[in-house]
């Protein structure tokens, strides 16, 4: 028997980018298993790989060991291992969009289709889903800011701390289903009614000036600032390892883009937001 290790549970639906998740994961240093049974969980954890943070990838491949699984990371927890479920979601919509462009067929899929197999997929889940520590909505997001987010939240850089994430986003495209705090700065003037500046986001500095220079915007990151500093040392107090900020205008090109940034630059400067990440979630968007 090795020592204790720090073990993640990946399950979730089929189509929900558990295959993206173990690559960022294998990228931040995890050791990782894919598609392992449950009743071999322990067992692996027990061999002396070489690294203390194991990541087991556990869903409806399993068959009948499916409903081992719980069984099985208890008894790691049991065993003294620190042991988190993730769970990846994502709309009916959005698997069946991504079944019908990839032309895979579903696991549990018969003759009535991906829906049904994937009505049956979340039935079969339901126990593991309600046990996760994590659960990420994948339905809207592109496997580059799926990576983003489990690098953020898993890497070694950030797991001493509370990883802060500051998201700008456009209200157009739906409000961030991971967002801990949502602010809405739709009532700065809009760059995108000025024909010099419509072209570009946020990012550039004319754009960000026209934002970031008015005295609202000003008093905002002030009062925004003042309030994360004193939600943060009571979030870690209790134990919160994640915080999303995200920040929302309407198009989330322009507004969202300046503020987000400047919010993250103050951040950083702070011992308590030093690895405060930057995600700007639809600044390329049309």
């Known amino acids: ?36 049974p449950a009743p071999l969980l322990m ?23 499916l409903h081992d699984a719980p069984g099985a990371i208890d008894e790691l927890r049991r065993a003294g291992h620190a042991v988190e479920v993730l769970f990846l979601d994502s709309s009916d919509e959005a698997l069946v969009r991504r079944y019908s462009e990839t032309r895979r067929r579903h696991p549990l899929s018969g003759a009535e289709g991906v829906l049904e197999g994937i009505e049956r997929e979340r039935a079969a ?21 799926l990576r983003r987010q489990v690098m953020t939240r898993f890497s070694s850089a ?32 809009n760059p995108f009614f000025v024909p010099e500046l419509k072209a570009f986001s946020g990012k550039d500095p004319r754009v960000a000036a026209y934002v970031l220079e008015r005295p609202d915007a000003a008093e905002f990151l002030t009062r925004t600032f003042d ?13 919160k390892a994640y915080l999303t900020v995200a920040v929302g205008c309407t198009g989330g090109r322009h507004r969202s883009v300046a503020v987000a940034e400047a919010l993250q630059r103050r951040l950083v400067a702070t011992p308590w937001g030093a690895a405060a990440q930057l995600w700007d979630r639809d600044a390329d968007k049309e």
């Open 1 to 36: 028997m090795t020592g204790p290790k720090t073990i993640l549970v990946i399950t979730g639906m089929s189509g929900s980018g558990k295959s993206t998740c173990v690559r960022g994961l294998e990228d931040a240093g995890w050791f990782c298993i894919d598609n392992l």
């Open 158 to 189: 950030t797991a001493a701390g509370l990883a802060i994430t500051v998201m700008s986003f456009g209200f157009k495209y739906g409000v961030p289903s991971n967002a801990d705090l949502v602010f809405d700065v739709r009532f700065l003037p």
């Open 43 to 65: 067992k692996v954890a027990d061999l002396g790989v070489g690294q203390n943070r194991l990541a087991f990838v556990v869903d409806v491949r399993e068959g009948q060991f």
């Open 125 to 145: 889940l339901s126990a593991l889903r309600v046990h996760a520590e994590h659960v990420l909505d994948t339905s809207t997001m592109t496997v580059h800011e």
């Open 227 to 239: 309030l994360l500093d004193f939600l943060v040392p009571r979030y870690q107090r209790e134990g």
